[in-house]
């Protein structure tokens, strides 16, 4: 059961590089979640998407950018790679939304210097 | 949107003792309320939920209670175990939302 894969695990990135972080679930659920994950300030919201085609922004959106152009995969790109995107970063997947348990990947570490 | 508080930051507990960690939020339409587990270069792990139509669930060590009136839920672990020791984490929802809503965590040590 591989449930949620995210690639790489690490990554170390200039200023201005610009990446994309890989998500995989094979539990095909509609619902995929991208959080960041700060020291001692929980888990925040970038991007959801509630299906195939279908996205929207979470509570701190600024400085990326997803797709979802397949049930499977939700990708996370960031453009232009800033200090303050230093951070660990998680998907998530649910069957469907609301009230529904998410399941959670094992992380990207993201330092950007 | 909808604001969760978690206490304590970090808690220490003897094996064999009880850890209770506790969660306010402000939104009375949030009526799903699930806690995680996270180890160490680990994503979280869904332990225990509860819905607003129960008060009280358990499982095993663990159970989680609910006030709805109070706004709060709290995390309930018995006879803790060296295993335990990981960061928690509650979060709140609504089944008319989509996002959930985490609380900072709490760091748990069992003290062997």
């Known amino acids: 059961n591989a449930g949620v894969t995210q690639t790489p695990k690490f990554r170390i990135l200039k200023i201005g590089q610009s990446m994309t972080l890989q998500c995989t679930q094979d539990?095909?659920?509609?619902?995929m979640y991208w959080y960041r994950q700060d020291p001692g300030m929980g888990l925040k919201l970038i991007y959801y998407s509630v299906g195939a085609g279908i996205t929207d922004k979470g509570e701190v959106p600024n400085g990326y950018n997803v797709s979802r152009s397949t049930t499977e995969d939700f990708p996370l790109r960031l453009e232009l790679a800033a200090p303050s995107q230093t951070s660990v970063y998680f998907c998530?997947?649910?069957?469907?939304?609301?009230?529904?348990?998410?399941?959670f990947g094992d992380g990207t570490r993201l330092s950007i210097l | 949107g909808e604001n969760v508080e978690q206490h304590p930051s970090t808690l220490s507990v003897q094996e064999g003792d009880s850890a209770v960690i506790k969660c306010t939020y402000s939104?009375?339409?949030?009526?799903?309320f699930p806690w995680y587990k996270q180890e160490l270069g680990k994503g979280p792990q869904l332990i225990i939920d509860?819905?607003?139509?129960?008060g009280e669930k358990k499982d095993q060590r663990i159970a989680v209670t609910l006030n709805k009136t109070a706004k709060h839920f709290s995390l309930h672990i018995t006879e803790t175990q060296p295993e335990d020791s990981a960061v928690y984490f509650c979060a709140a929802t609504s089944n008319t939302g989509n996002q959930f809503y985490f609380g900072t965590g709490t760091s748990l040590t069992v003290i062997p």
């Open positions: 939104d009375s339409a949030s009526n799903y």
């Open positions: 539990m095909n659920h509609n619902y």
């Open positions: 509860i819905r607003s139509n129960v």
């Open positions: 998530a997947s649910s069957r469907e939304g609301g009230n529904q348990p998410q399941h």
